[in-house]
């Protein structure tokens, strides 16, 4: 694992990211982390305690947005159709997690949209693998891909820049490789059994 001193000292190794501050840093790398972050569809990291809402489909078994769970620290549902703010009710008991963001009830959870609310502490404490790796190639790549030009000619010069639209493959700005993608997949939840 890589700490986050670790992933800046690095992406400020790559060409010319030497000049970084490391508020530039940090942005950047948060930036690439939001793209891990789409593509996963989970907070893969850093770790944070947050509050998400949940769809459910009754039964024992709820999946949270998370494959990385430290703590539940609160759950909570409410009445089907009923979206008022205190609508919600704490669920005191009879419940359990695992690490791999399932929630366990004893009985079943309620069916519905938004019918799940639960305050979890999530994500790795460093980016895990080779995902680190994978945030510094993002960063490096949003911080010089070129913005807004997608053809401009002058005199005999031309220059064009293709951001979208290219290769699958390319990676430009924040977009993904196809090799970046299959570190990825390991952490999608997309994937879970």
């Known amino acids: 694992m890589t700490s986050l001193e670790e ?3 690095r992406l400020r ?8 501050t490391d508020e530039q840093a940090d942005d950047l790398l948060a930036e690439a982390a939001d793209v891990v972050r789409d593509y996963c569809g989970w907070r ?3 770790r ?9 489909v009754g039964g024992p078994v709820a999946g949270l947005p998370s494959l990385m769970l430290h703590q539940v620290l609160a759950v909570e549902t409410r009445p089907q159709h009923d979206l008022a703010p205190d609508a919600w ?3 005191a008991g009879g419940w359990d997690w695992s690490a791999g963001g399932w929630l366990w009830r004893c009985g079943c959870w309620p069916d519905g949209p938004r019918r799940l609310r639960v305050e979890m502490d999530s994500g790795h404490e460093e980016p ?7 945030l510094i190639a993002v960063a490096a790549r949003t911080a010089t891909a ?3 030009v997608s053809s401009e000619q002058a005199g005999g010069e031309s220059v064009s820049y293709s951001t979208s639209g290219g290769s699958e493959d390319s990676g430009a700005g924040g977009m993904l490789t ?3 993608r299959r570190v990825l997949d390991r952490y999608r939840l997309a994937n879970r059994p």
Do not use: K, N, Q
Request: cysteine-free; glycine content about 12%; charged content about 20%.
């Open 48 to 56: 944070l305690t947050e509050t998400v809402t949940v769809d459910t």
């Open 128 to 134: 895990p693998g080779a995902i680190g790796s994978v």
């Open 13 to 20: 190794r790559r060409p010319g990211m030497a000049d970084l």
């Open 178 to 180: 196809g090799a970046e």
């Open 89 to 91: 009710a704490a669920v």
């Open 44 to 46: 893969v990291w850093p």
């Open 7 to 9: 992933l800046r000292e």
């Open 146 to 148: 070129p913005v807004g």
